[in-house]
């Protein structure tokens, strides 16, 4: 699976939009772009996925580059609540495996 | 909203001890997963389990460990002899296919403490 390079930390404040990058430049054409963000010591937390187009849901939105190089995640209106580890995943369509590889990801500190 | 639940939330052992970890996964889902995290640590794969197989493991899951669904819902992680650095959180997750358009939903941890 291709690797993802994110920034370690970032700050968003309380009811602004928190855009959270993600590097993946070595992505294939068959590979899934996946979030999930982890609260402080509970299990992580499924976001949104996408493989080529942007994606909407409830949560948060997912606008990923012409090329796939690389994607945003963005939270429209970050909550306290909102302050978490978010790991950018990549796997592949239809692989061997259906592992999740976690990397380091960012720590989204909102502050009030 | 169908969940993932584990039991115990934290489990402290004597190492040499052996420990069971449950797992009950959302209940239409046919995959299910263990994870674990060394406090400060990623998150690392341990093992995946699909028609009551191991379909992938990672160099952790060694011989120590075992994975079992003993009945239709309950989904269990065995360490026959625990040591020290098996202390960690350990978490259960389940998708409804195995393939990577499907999300895993993760359930909110063990705590193992071994001393």
């Known amino acids: 699976d291709a690797k993802t390079t994110q920034p370690t930390s970032m700050d968003c404040a309380e009811g602004r939009a928190a855009n959270l990058p993600c590097n993946h430049s070595t992505i294939s054409g068959n590979e899934y772009v996946y979030w999930y963000r982890q609260i402080h010591s509970q299990g992580p937390q499924y976001i949104i996925h996408?493989?080529?187009n942007n994606e909407t849901n409830e949560m948060a939105s997912l606008i990923i580059t012409e090329d796939r190089k690389s994607s945003t995640l963005i939270l429209p209106h970050a909550t306290l609540r909102d302050t978490a580890v978010y790991y950018c995943?990549?796997?592949?369509?239809?692989?061997?495996?259906?592992?999740?590889?976690f990397g380091t990801g960012t720590l989204l500190a909102v502050q009030p | 909203e169908p969940e993932v639940t584990q039991t115990p939330s934290h489990q402290v052992t004597q190492m040499g001890q052996e420990v069971i970890l449950r797992c009950v996964p959302i209940?239409?889902?046919?995959?299910f997963y263990w994870y674990r995290q060394i406090l400060g640590q990623k998150v690392e794969f341990l093992v995946s389990?699909?028609?009551?197989?191991?379909?992938?493991k990672s160099e952790i899951f060694d011989d120590q460990f075992s994975v079992e669904r003993p009945d239709g819902s309950n989904f269990t992680l065995k360490i026959r002899s625990t040591k020290l650095e098996d202390s960690a959180m350990y978490f259960c997750?389940?998708?409804?296919?195995?393939?990577?358009?499907?999300?895993?939903?993760f359930g909110p941890g063990t705590r193992l403490t071994v001393t």
């Open positions: 389990f699909y028609n009551n197989e191991i379909s992938e």
């Open positions: 995943i990549v796997r592949r369509y239809g692989g061997a495996t259906n592992k999740l590889i």
């Open positions: 209940s239409n889902h046919l995959y």
């Open positions: 997750a389940s998708s409804e296919q195995g393939a990577s358009s499907y999300e895993q939903y």
């Open positions: 996408g493989l080529k």
